[in-house]
T-cell receptor, first 116, second 110 residues
Framework: DAEITQSPRHKITETGRQVTLACHQT?????MFWYRQDLGHGLRLIHY???????NKGEVSDGYSVSRSNTEDLPLTLESAASSQTSVYFC???????????????FGPGTRLTVT | RKEVEQDPGPFNVPEGATVAFNCTYS??????FFWYRQDCRKEPKLLMS???SGNEDGRFTAQLNRASQYISLLIRDSKLSDSATYLC???????????FGGGTRVLVKP
């Protein structure tokens, strides 16, 4: 069965360290997304990609970067981790093109990141 | 003002009862609407799309009111397993992205 996985599931790191969160999907979807979820804010889009070598900034992209070298993977890098980046991070993927009311994003299980 | 707003709840619902809640959106150009369900510490999953004419999926009914810019979700005959956070999601072509509300928490109790 196709799936979307994230690793690690839990991570504790120190302020200033570089951290990379992995996202891997076997749906063969062109679209991939990274969100963070915090109490009071819901899910907020960090970066997204519509295909290999395509990356775009979302609403909360400062301090994060992504690269897309193949269809299956979209790693998220925190260049210099800050305590404000303590959050739960979800990766998602979807088919393209946009399918209106039939559109669905499939989410990974999430990574809980703590920056101390 | 947030683009998509929801009452965070919790809505405490006796088992078997009906519960309904709304979500308001600020951008009149929004095109498509969805309800996602999220269990505690788990990933969101699509519950149902919201069609312009309203739609049902078993015990769940979704409605869209474009004039007043809100969507609603009604759950009939609530089950303990319906306890979750329900996320309102809006899509608009400009930007080609989904915008999520903060979620409404529902607790169904015996």
């Amino acid at each position: 069965d196709a799936e979307i996985t994230q690793s690690p599931r839990h991570k504790i790191t120190e302020t200033g360290r570089q951290v990379t969160l992995a996202c891997h999907q076997t749906w063969n979807h062109n679209n991939m997304f990274w969100y963070r979820q915090d109490l009071g804010h819901g899910l907020r889009l960090i970066h997204y990609s519509y295909g290999v070598h395509d990356t775009n900034k979302g609403e909360v992209s400062d301090g994060y970067s992504v690269s897309r070298s193949n269809t299956e993977d979209l790693p998220l890098t925190l260049e210099s981790a800050a305590s404000s980046q303590t959050s739960v991070y979800f990766c998602a993927s979807s088919e393209s093109p946009w399918q209106g009311e039939n559109y669905e994003q499939y989410f990974g299980p999430g990574t809980r990141l703590t920056v101390t | 003002r947030k683009e998509v707003e929801q009452d965070p709840g919790p809505f405490n619902v006796p088992e078997g009862a009906t519960v309904a809640f709304n979500c308001t959106y600020s951008n009149s150009a929004s095109q498509s609407f969805f309800w996602y369900r999220q269990d505690c510490r788990k990933e969101p999953k699509l519950l149902m799309s919201v069609y312009s004419s309203g739609n049902e999926d078993g015990r769940f009914t979704a409605q869209l009111n474009r004039a007043s810019q809100y969507i609603s979700l009604l759950i009939r005959d609530s089950k303990l397993s319906d306890s979750a956070t329900y996320l309102c999601v809006v899509y608009k072509a400009a930007g080609n992205k989904l915008t999520f509300g903060g979620g409404t928490r529902v607790l169904v109790k015996p």
